[in-house]
């Protein structure tokens, strides 16, 4: 007779989790390259690592990504330039490497994980629909009780994430996710500089419109506020300024 684990949680193992990235790709509805967002990957790396965990970075087709320019605390916008979690994670080769060389998300080995988060930055809105390793992949983590978090407009992925049943894992769960004020804003903020003709959105669709649409209950902290939510192991965060509360919920749900 063999005597069944009484606590299978083994609350000092070492935690790992797989932050996904998107790959390049063009937008439809701009032209423009675009990439991740780098505060959406270092961010939540550094609260990570600085809880003790492993981290590996994948994307849909793994090999170089490329982030969204005005994520770049280097970029002549200066939109980044106070982001010193960037700043000092791009200036260190070993960890620059890691998105000059990502996994395949179909490689992630779901028992050697405890959690999945999902970056966002403008690609995902372009190239989710077709990346159906990682809808399973999140699911998969979904399914089996460990976290599944998404962020900004990483979001996405969970307006093609079904379980299998056939529903969509945040039918009935609360969610936040890229607000339509920050697209607003956003979409006013090229008009107003002449970098789109006015009435030209940047994004092809929204994600508070298509939560709601798939029977999510979204909410959202603002415009441009640091927010995340956690609805049992689905964790959701607002925009690129919420990665860091993102990531401790995740940390939260985990344990050190």
Request: proline share 5%; glycine share 8%.
């Amino acid at each position: 007779m063999s005597l069944k684990d009484p606590n299978p949680v083994k609350p000092n193992a070492k935690k790992r989790v797989a932050i996904v990235v998107a790959n390049p790709a063009v937008s439809s509805t701009t032209g423009w390259p675009v990439g991740f967002w780098w505060s959406e990957l270092t961010h939540p790396w550094y609260v990570f690592t600085e809880a003790g965990y492993e981290v590996q970075v994948f994307s849909p087709a793994g090999g170089r990504c490329q982030a969204d320019a005005m994520s770049d605390p280097n970029d002549p916008s200066g939109y980044s330039k106070t982001d010193l979690i960037t700043q000092g994670f791009i200036h260190t080769p070993e960890l620059k490497a890691l998105v000059d060389d990502t996994k395949k998300v179909a490689d992630i080995g779901i028992a050697r994980f405890d959690a999945i988060l999902v970056a966002g930055g403008q690609a995902p809105m372009f190239t989710f629909e077709q990346t159906t390793d990682l809808h399973k992949k999140l699911v998969e983590f979904y399914e089996a009780g460990k976290v599944a978090a998404a962020l900004c407009h990483g979001v996405a992925v969970l307006a093609y994430a079904k379980n299998s049943h056939g529903e969509y894992i945040a039918k009935g769960k609360t969610v936040t996710g890229f607000a339509n004020c920050e697209e607003d804003f956003a979409d006013h903020a090229v008009w107003s500089y002449n970098m789109l003709p006015r009435g030209t959105h940047i994004m092809p669709w929204r994600i508070e419109d298509r939560m709601r649409e798939i029977g999510a209950n979204y909410v959202q902290a603002g415009l441009w506020r640091s927010f995340a939510v956690r609805d049992g192991n689905l964790i959701t965060g607002q925009q690129n300024f919420s990665g860091e509360e993102t990531a401790r919920l995740v940390v939260e749900a985990l344990g050190r």
